[in-house]
């Protein structure tokens, strides 16, 4: 199957700063992909929709300005939390579509867990 | 609104057989996906089903009613390994994924 690649797992930060994550799908183009945050004991919330060379697509509630999306290529999404707090501490999961399975079902990739002290 | 419902948490015994069930409403139907997810892991891609009637993979199964919008997972010859979180995703009709909260599902010995 598909292969998408999320970096960094994990991540301690200090409040006030900034943190990038990185999601590569590695053997398929995605000109869409898709942010997720969980929560402990939680289902998925996603975030926003991430359109290779397009502004994302944030769902309600999701600030735009603190959680900035850029898809620059067709491989690799990227999710920057800005001013990071603790209350942003959370497991953040990338995921993909391969349009060519008829499926459409979502690859994931690994999560980074971020932790904001 | 849209909607999900699967139980918070099952516990089977090892060897067994497990049933995990998933109901919706939504907006329109587009597939249901299940989706395995270990704890601190990304989720698992299990089963689609489109159409009525069971899916078989392997030890793992998945029916779809579309009447009655509903949709089960069957495990059989349970292992330990399959101790996880089973989440439930229904595409609407604008081909968004609605996520259910995931059943939490204990193997003991």
């Known amino acids: 199957g598909a292969v998408v690649s999320q970096h960094p797992s994990w991540v301690i930060c200090k409040s006030g700063t900034s943190v990038k994550i990185e999601c590569r799908s590695l053997?398929?183009?995605?000109?869409?992909m898709f942010w997720y945050r969980q929560f402990p004991k939680q289902s998925l919330m996603l975030m926003a929709t991430?359109?290779?060379?397009?502004?994302?697509?944030?769902e309600q509630g999701v600030e735009k300005d603190k959680f900035l999306i850029n898809h620059a290529s067709l491989t690799l999404s990227t999710l920057t939390v800005t001013s990071a707090h603790p209350e942003d501490s959370s497991f953040y999961i990338c995921s993909a579509r391969e349009v060519a399975l008829e499926t459409g079902e979502l690859f994931f990739g690994e999560g980074s867990r971020l932790t904001v002290l | 609104g849209q909607n999900i419902d699967q139980p918070t948490e099952m516990t089977a015994t090892e060897g067994a057989i497990v049933q995990i069930n998933c109901t919706y409403q939504t907006s329109g139907f587009n597939g249901l996906f299940w989706y395995q997810q270990h704890a601190g892991e990304a989720p698992t891609f299990l089963s689609y089903n489109v159409l009525d009637g069971l899916e078989e993979k392997g030890r793992f199964s998945s029916f779809l009613s579309r009447s009655k919008g509903y949709s089960y997972l069957l495990l059989k010859e349970l292992q330990m390994k399959d101790s996880a979180s089973y989440l439930c995703a229904v595409r609407d009709s604008n081909y968004q994924l609605i996520w259910g909260a995931g059943t939490k599902l204990i193997i003991k010995p």
């Open positions: 053997d398929f183009q995605a000109t869409t």
């Open positions: 991430s359109n290779e060379g397009s502004k994302a697509t944030y």
